[in-house]
């Protein structure tokens, strides 16, 4: 390398070179120094390429140095480029004046960035004076390439001069500096050690081809010219070397800013990651409650109560089996979006938005909906089993009734249509009279049987009974049946009379018997029913009640049975009279068929039945204890478990606010109180057990608790949601802690005034509020500042704020985090200042993955200067943040 600090060394000609004061080498243009043509060719070849590598970026160049700037277009575009800033407006007319006008505000421009321009004038540019025109183009060189180059404190222009007046160009003109100077920085594009100091031609080449290919730095001068003159001119040497310490200068930019776009690259690839794992996490949750909630909204109704039972059994496996890992699922999933968004804040990302329908609180919802479906299904489930287990009831009563009814109207048709009375003698007719008496009695008596019977069939139809046709069409014989009774019985009744006013003889006493024993039989036909009656009870109190009312009829026996007695006693005064007139009874009793053999035969079933009875009502009285017994041993274990949940509850909502020692600690303390949690997960199970047992004993309330399974299956999910959702804000407060750096001491800090801030904000809303954070040292104060705070740590005015968007907010300004404005710039530097870039850029300065992550994403640039395959990598930076960080 070339020593530029020499201050004695000699020239490769034998001479040292002339020395020359670097403040005046931008006044010597009015010398004789451009005299010679081999330094004026290279200045001139030199100084054009300089110019084109900046005119390249407005779409332009030009050929001829001291022509192409005689308008002053052209060298006000390069002055625009090269130092970013606008001229003023060009004037576009041919004359002379307006080229003289263009050209002066270029060098009045010149001259603003304090610039001596020394015999320079704009005539001399417009009149393409060359020795000018170069010199012009120097001073910007001067001012714009090299004066701002920093060597150990100096100016790289005033090094530079000094260097070339005093030491040896000799590596310059041999290569070995140009290459040396490229192998410094790029040692892959040059084999140094390979290199020949007696082989300048190749060297020079090398250097110039490997600079061109690899730097994107122009051909500036000729390995020819260089090695054929004595002494190469310094200026084009300077312009040169300047364009590898910018070149040089740019790649490290482009190296820092490559890093950066792959840091954000790859905190958005992950980011998009996580939000994929949430889609489809929360689609596929929703799918199944889709699925679930019609199957639970299914009112079909079963005929049979065994049907019915299968369906509660199938819907107890749906709790117990099917929906324990979907609430699972559910807390992962807000765990899951919560954490997303915790990094996206963060990344200085925008907040996740799910796809339509798949919001935390579209899933919350969709839950709501599915729980209120349940609790439906089973509401209709256990109202369609006391429906059907009344229908097999009210069935099984109709069928008796029915049965004994229509036993009872057996023949009754053919009594009553009989023509025996006109045969009869008035004896005969007096008692046939007296017998249609009693039965009208005994019709009359069975007429609120048959009114029972059309009540059951009614009510069997208002509950859609399942076998009501036939129901119906027994009920419909019965009654059409009935009318006919009825109009026989009145048809007979009037011939009876009509035969009575010609035979006129009755038997008081057997008329007496008939009349009384018609009710009694019918009394002790009431009384084996009601004795053989099926009965349901729900509960101890019912239960005895019927015990009660069996109790009291069985008091009134003793009455009952005076009354068969005396019943008896008519037909035994019957028989006695007889006997004692000599009178010869010619059959049964001609009023009625009600024997007193009849009447001890059913009074001997009543008594039968009567202890039937009392065995029945004491094994159902066994049985509801029995139930009794399940109601008080889930709600003993209820009343545990429901105050547990509750303090539970409670203990980690203080757990929450009184966070001690470290997050890790907490983190640990909060999985071992989880642990223990699930640990009383068997206590949740054999409650479990209980309740279905009572489910199956259909027991449909507790006098004992006010806590249902249900209420205590909602309390167990919510602990375990409120437990996992503590552990998780834990772990982001761990994550935002190590990517903000916040310390343990900040920590404890934020979550003391946190603390706080959460008992008195209610107090201060309305009111001046102070905050003071001493991280910074500023102090916020005001209503206004006030709502300013609550803006950011409640941007959804929901009247919460969370601990987590609290330490966002005391950390937010001392963070260093990425920008929008921050990416555009590192893509800016790698397209080289261009508006777009190209997808070659991307691949050649970020890695392969990353590159063709940014490529399949970028849309293509339509920008005034858009090229063939240019991608607008603002909008994509823009995208990565949101409008709002612009």
């Keep these: 390398?070339?020593?530029?600090?020499?201050?004695?060394?000699?020239?490769?000609?034998?001479?040292?070179?002339?020395?020359?004061?670097?403040?005046?080498?931008?006044?010597?243009?009015?010398?004789?120094?451009?005299?010679?043509?081999?330094?004026?060719?290279?200045?001139?070849?030199?100084?054009?390429?300089w110019c084109n590598s900046h005119l390249r970026k407005a779409g332009t160049q030009i050929e001829n140095i001291e022509e192409d700037f005689r308008d002053g277009l052209k060298l006000m575009l390069l002055l625009e480029v090269i130092s970013g800033e606008r001229l003023p407006k060009p004037e576009r007319g041919k004359m002379r004046v307006h080229k003289i006008n263009n050209v002066n505000k270029a060098l009045d421009y010149i001259a603003g960035k304090g610039v001596k321009l020394v015999s320079i004038g704009a005539e001399e540019i417009v009149d393409g004076n060359a020795k000018m025109t170069l010199g012009m183009i120097w001073t910007i060189i001067l001012r714009f390439a090299i004066q701002d180059i920093s060597?150990?404190?100096?100016?790289?222009?005033?090094?530079?001069?000094?260097?070339?007046?005093?030491?040896?160009?000799?590596?310059?003109?041999?290569?070995?500096?140009?290459?040396?100077?490229?192998?410094?920085?790029r040692p892959e594009l040059i084999d140094y050690d390979k290199l020949r100091k007696d082989d300048p031609l190749t060297n020079l080449n090398n250097a110039f081809e490997v600079a061109e290919k690899y730097l994107d730095i122009p051909k500036m001068m000729d390995a020819e010219d260089i090695v054929g003159t004595l002494r190469p001119d310094e200026k084009a040497i300077m312009t040169y070397v300047s364009c590898f310490y910018h070149a040089f200068s740019g790649a490290q930019k482009a190296?820092?800013?490559?890093?950066?776009?792959?840091?954000?690259?790859?905190?958005?690839?992950?980011?998009?990651?996580?939000?994929?794992?949430?889609?489809?996490?929360?689609?596929?949750?929703?799918?199944?409650?889709?699925?679930?909630?019609?199957?639970?909204?299914?009112?079909?109704?079963?005929?049979?109560?065994?049907?019915?039972?299968q369906k509660l059994e199938d819907f107890r496996g749906y709790r117990r089996v099917h929906k324990p890992p979907k609430v699972q699922e559910k807390c992962q999933l807000e765990i899951n979006f919560n954490t997303l968004q915790t990094k996206l804040r963060l990344s200085n990302r925008p907040a996740f938005m799910p796809s339509e329908g798949r919001m935390v609180s579209d899933i919350n919802g969709s839950w709501h909906n599915l729980e209120g479906a349940e609790k439906g299904y089973e509401e209709w489930m256990l109202n369609e089993i006391r429906r059907l287990e009344r229908l097999d009831h009210l069935a099984e009563k109709f069928r008796q009734k029915a049965t004994i009814h229509e036993s009872w109207t057996d023949g009754k048709e053919a009594m009553l249509t009989q023509k025996d009375y006109e045969t009869a003698s008035l004896s005969e007719v007096k008692a046939l009279l007296?017998?249609?008496?009693?039965?009208e009695s005994d019709l009359a008596a069975h007429q609120d049987r048959v009114e029972q019977i059309?009540?059951?069939?009614?009510?069997?139809?208002?509950?859609?009974?399942?076998?009501?046709?036939?129901?119906?069409?027994?009920?419909?014989?019965?009654?059409?049946?009935?009318?006919?009774?009825?109009?026989?019985?009145?048809?007979?009744?009037?011939?009876?009379?009509r035969t009575e006013k010609q035979l006129e003889s009755i038997d008081e006493l057997y008329l007496e018997y008939a009349k009384r024993a018609a009710p009694f039989n019918n009394w002790m036909e009431g009384a084996m029913e009601d004795l053989q009656d099926m009965f349901i009870v729900h509960n101890i109190e019912e239960i005895q009640g019927l015990i009660t009312a069996h109790e009291q009829f069985k008091s009134t026996l003793p009455e009952a049975n005076k009354e068969r007695e005396a019943i008896q006693a008519i037909q035994a005064e019957v028989q006695k009279i007889a006997q004692y007139?000599?009178?010869?009874?010619?059959?049964?009793?001609?009023?009625?068929?009600?024997?007193?053999?009849?009447?001890?035969?059913k009074w001997d079933k009543v008594e039968q039945l009567v202890p039937q009875r009392d065995q029945a009502l004491q094994e159902e009285l066994a049985k509801q204890q029995s139930n009794d017994h399940l109601r008080r041993k889930f709600a003993t274990q209820a009343n545990i478990v429901g105050p547990w949940i509750q303090t539970k509850m409670e203990e980690i909502g203080r757990i929450s606010i009184e966070m001690n020692g470290t997050l890790e600690d907490q983190l640990v303390n909060l999985r071992e109180y989880e642990q223990s949690i699930i640990e009383y997960k068997p206590n949740i199970d054999q409650l479990e057990g209980d309740h279905q047992l009572i489910q199956e004993a259909l027991i449909f309330d507790n006098k004992y608790t006010a806590y249902t399974m249900e209420h205590l299956r909602v309390g167990w999910e919510q602990l375990l949601t409120t437990i996992a959702r503590t552990i998780n804000e834990i772990e982001n407060q761990i994550l935002t802690r190590d990517a903000k750096g916040i310390s343990q001491e900040q920590l404890h800090e934020y979550r003391t005034s946190f603390n706080h801030f959460d008992k008195v904000r209610g107090q201060h809303r309305g009111s001046t509020w102070e905050i003071r954070r001493e991280g910074t040292g500023g102090h916020l104060s005001g209503d206004a500042e006030f709502a300013r705070i609550m803006g950011i740590?409640?941007?959804?005015?929901?009247?919460?704020?969370?601990?987590?968007?609290?330490?966002?907010?005391?950390?937010?300004?001392?963070?260093?985090?990425?920008?929008?404005?921050?990416?555009?710039?590192?893509?800016?530097?790698?397209?080289?200042?261009?508006?777009?870039?190209?997808?070659?850029?991307l691949r050649r300065e970020l890695p392969p993955d990353q590159a063709e992550y940014c490529i399949a994403r970028m849309a293509p640039y339509s920008g005034p200067d858009a090229k063939p395959g240019a991608l607008d990598y603002m909008s994509f930076s823009t995208a990565l943040y949101g409008e709002s960080d612009l």
């Design 434 to 439: 007296r017998k249609h008496e009693a039965f």
């Design 1 to 49: 390398m070339v020593d530029y600090h020499a201050s004695n060394s000699q020239a490769s000609s034998g001479g040292p070179a002339i020395y020359m004061d670097p403040r005046e080498q931008e006044n010597d243009w009015d010398r004789d120094l451009l005299l010679d043509p081999a330094w004026e060719k290279q200045q001139r070849k030199t100084f054009t390429a």
């Design 581 to 601: 007139n000599g009178i010869k009874l010619s059959g049964g009793n001609p009023y009625t068929t009600i024997t007193p053999k009849t009447i001890d035969n």
């Design 454 to 497: 059309a009540a059951i069939a009614q009510e069997l139809n208002e509950l859609d009974y399942y076998d009501s046709p036939s129901v119906n069409a027994r009920c419909q014989k019965i009654c059409e049946q009935w009318d006919a009774l009825g109009s026989l019985t009145q048809s007979r009744r009037e011939s009876l009379e």
């Design 151 to 185: 060597v150990e404190g100096q100016s790289l222009s005033t090094v530079f001069l000094i260097s070339l007046a005093l030491s040896y160009i000799a590596s310059w003109k041999d290569g070995l500096a140009f290459n040396a100077l490229i192998h410094r920085h």
């Design 255 to 309: 190296e820092t800013a490559a890093n950066r776009i792959c840091k954000v690259l790859a905190v958005n690839q992950e980011n998009e990651h996580l939000m994929e794992d949430y889609e489809k996490l929360a689609s596929d949750l929703l799918d199944w409650i889709r699925r679930t909630i019609p199957w639970l909204e299914n009112r079909a109704p079963e005929k049979t109560m065994a049907e019915m039972q």
């Design 793 to 841: 740590v409640d941007p959804n005015n929901s009247g919460v704020v969370t601990f987590q968007a609290f330490i966002d907010f005391m950390s937010r300004e001392t963070t260093d985090t990425d920008t929008a404005d921050q990416v555009i710039a590192s893509f800016k530097i790698l397209a080289a200042d261009k508006n777009f870039i190209m997808a070659e850029e």
